[in-house]
């Protein structure tokens, strides 16, 4: 009888591992569909998802750092393998607990958001380290893209530790992904796109000499939303673009630029 029983269930549990130790690649998360106060499926750690803890007033992974809980992690599924063109990009924010999320938190020395790679899940390597130094409080969420051409070829796990150095707040992470460069553009020929503001509501501002370029705005996959060969204001109206995240790519003669926009009304 036991047998039987196993032998029905048996590849069940092969589907149901299967689906969870590998991510598809490009591997986008943004935790939506996962019910609050959960890890998300093929996550390994301690770092829940809660509602209004992420882009748009949706779920987002958040640790809750206090006196009584002063280090969280979390590991994401293995994804893979990866290029020399891949990268990690993630949104965060540190947020005060005090009628969240009415204010940011103000950082001090300990207060730390470091991210590792690995190809094993066991060792890993200090990718970035966002601390006191480097982090400026903000309501607002912050784009990370960080490269992974030290990975290429291989299969990866990234890992999020967040640590307290004072005081009791959240450390929110929201739209993590592994993915390639942006319609294929290198790396050595994106330069930083100076437009404001952001995040945007109806209408992005750019230098006035960029007009003339062609512009493209895609969402974080590359897909491509809206896009206009000729530039002829410094003003681009987004009034038509829902909520979210994006790339705002111009482009002119000999080079590329870009910029990581978030609309928010």
């Given at each position: ?255 590329t630029e870009r910029k990581q926009i978030v609309i928010q009304r």
């Amino acid at each position: 009888m036991m047998k039987q029983i196993l032998k029905k269930i048996l590849p069940l549990l092969l589907v149901c591992i299967s689906a969870t130790a590998f991510a598809q690649y490009p591997f986008r998360d943004g935790f939506s569909g996962v019910p609050s106060g959960q890890v998300p499926p093929g996550y390994v750690g301690d770092i829940p998802v809660r509602g209004y803890h992420g882009l748009d007033d949706e779920k987002g992974l958040a640790s809750w750092l206090k006196s009584s809980n002063q280090q969280d992690s979390i590991i994401t599924p293995k994804v893979g393998p990866v290029n020399a063109k891949s990268y990690l990009l993630f949104f965060y924010r540190w947020v005060s607990d005090n009628i969240y999320p009415s204010e940011p938190k103000l950082p001090v020395k300990g207060d730390e958001l470091e991210v590792f790679v690995s190809t094993d899940s066991i060792n890993f390597t200090s990718l970035y380290l966002i601390d006191s130094a480097v982090h400026k409080p903000n309501l607002n969420f912050k784009v990370v893209q960080k490269y992974l051409t030290d990975y290429d070829g291989n299969y990866v796990y990234i890992k999020f530790r967040c640590s307290r150095g004072s005081g009791s707040y959240y450390m929110d992470i929201d739209s993590v992904q592994v993915a390639g460069t942006p319609l294929g553009i290198q790396e050595s020929q994106m330069k930083e796109l100076k437009a404001y503001p952001n995040p945007a509501q109806n209408v992005i501002y750019i230098e006035q000499d960029k007009v003339g370029g062609a512009y493209m705005l895609t969402d974080l996959t590359g897909k491509v939303i809206e896009e206009q060969k000729t530039i002829t204001t410094n003003t681009i109206d987004v009034s038509g673009v829902a909520n979210g995240n994006y790339v705002l790519l111009l482009r002119a003669t000999g080079y590329t630029e870009r910029k990581q926009i978030v609309i928010q009304r």
